[in-house]
């Protein structure tokens, strides 16, 4: 008998948690981050222009610019010390291009597309410069 109640608690725990963590992903997914329609736009012509780059094979730092400075400009304030970043380092990269490398860019890169997927569903995959 003991045996069958220790199953028996185990289950109810087991789907006690299995509910839990269904309720938790529910409401993770239906959280957005909150985001302009303007940063969602620039966003998006970013995301298009690096699918044309890797289309072309080949990256133009002159188009990138405007959209990344426009992402900067319109950027949630969470997210706009990044959004900086990355637009001064597209900005400079030319003339520095050790930038490309740099573990503070890249995290700051990396957290704007994070934010602009979460925010805006617009990217499918990590980009940098």
Not at 95 to 124: F, G, I, T
């Amino acid at each position: 008998m003991n045996k069958f109640v220790y199953l028996a608690n185990r289950l109810a725990l087991a789907v006690v948690l299995v509910s839990l963590l269904s309720l938790l992903t529910a409401c993770s997914e239906k959280e957005k981050l909150p985001a302009s329609k303007a940063f969602c736009q620039a966003a998006e012509r970013y995301n298009n222009e690096l699918q044309n780059a890797e289309r072309l094979g080949e990256a133009d730092v002159d188009r990138q610019l405007p959209i990344v400075q426009e992402l900067a400009r319109t950027a949630p304030k969470k997210i706009k010390d990044d959004a900086e970043t990355f637009a001064n380092a597209l900005k400079n990269v030319e003339r520095n291009p050790s930038l490309k490398d740099n573990p503070k860019v890249q995290a700051a890169v990396d957290a704007v597309n994070r934010y602009a997927n979460q925010a805006c569903n617009v990217y499918k995959r990590d980009s940098g410069l």
